[in-house]
């Protein structure tokens, strides 16, 4: 499968300021995913990224709160803008494909603190 | 509409026990993918099997196993003799064929503490 690296592994914010996470692949990949993980909760879809077009933002996440790049088939970049501390949560991308099929495969996730 | 239910919350079992994992699914596709991923503290998703629903043969990997029944809509895995490095959060997540990309659903995961 697809090697997933993140960063940053972790990070404690104030509110208001904004933090961008970078997510790179070892391999080409068409789509990257995007989840957020609030404590104790399961993952939620927040976006879906193709290289070369506008990710796509599943209800309740809008672009000017989490902008997202998808520069090259191996990158891919999501910022939490204008932090509040309901945004602290584990933040995770993925891929699809790899050794098994219609599988994703999911980095080893960014843990952000906002105080 | 596509639901995954893992009624165990948390579970709590001592070293050496088997311990199953329950899962039930909803969906209205005819084909669809079932998943079961393991958290570790450390935070990361670590894929640990993909059923799709045509294939409804019981799997077994080492210490795991797995059993996928249509006919109750559900995929439970099984931890035999459970070690202390087994305890983690469990999710079971499905995708539908015909839904969007990308659209894994999670259930709310079973914490599973094993003590020696």
């Known amino acids: 499968s697809a090697v997933i690296s993140q960063k940053p592994s972790r990070d404690i914010c104030q509110r208001g300021t904004s933090l961008t996470i970078q997510c790179q692949v070892d391999?080409?990949?068409?789509?990257m995913f995007w989840y957020r993980q609030q404590p104790g909760q399961s993952l939620t879809l927040i976006a879906t990224a193709n290289q070369g077009s506008e990710a796509t933002y599943e209800s309740g996440f809008v672009i000017d709160k989490f902008p997202i790049s998808r520069p090259n088939l191996t990158f891919s970049t999501l910022t939490v803008s204008n932090m509040s501390p309901e945004d602290s949560s584990i933040y995770l991308c993925s891929v699809e494909g790899g050794t098994v099929s219609k599988t994703q495969y999911f980095g080893p996730g960014t843990r952000l603190l906002v105080l | 509409a596509q639901k995954v239910t893992q009624a165990q919350t948390e579970i709590s079992v001592v070293e050496k026990e088997d311990v199953t994992l329950d899962c039930v699914y909803e969906?209205?596709?005819?084909?669809?993918?079932l998943f079961w991923y393991k958290q570790p503290p450390s935070g990361e998703l670590v894929f640990l099997i993909r059923r799709n629903s045509f294939d409804e043969q019981n799997e077994i990997s080492g210490r795991y196993s797995w059993n996928f029944q249509k006919s109750t809509s559900s995929f439970n895995f099984t931890i035999t003799a459970s070690q202390v490095v087994d305890s983690a959060v469990y999710f079971c997540?499905?995708?539908?064929?015909?839904?969007?990309?990308?659209?894994?659903?999670f259930g709310k995961g079973t914490k599973l503490s094993v003590k020696p």
């Open positions: 391999s080409q990949v068409t789509m």
């Open positions: 997540a499905l995708s539908e064929e015909g839904g969007s990309q990308g659209n894994l659903i």
């Open positions: 969906t209205r596709d005819t084909t669809y993918y």
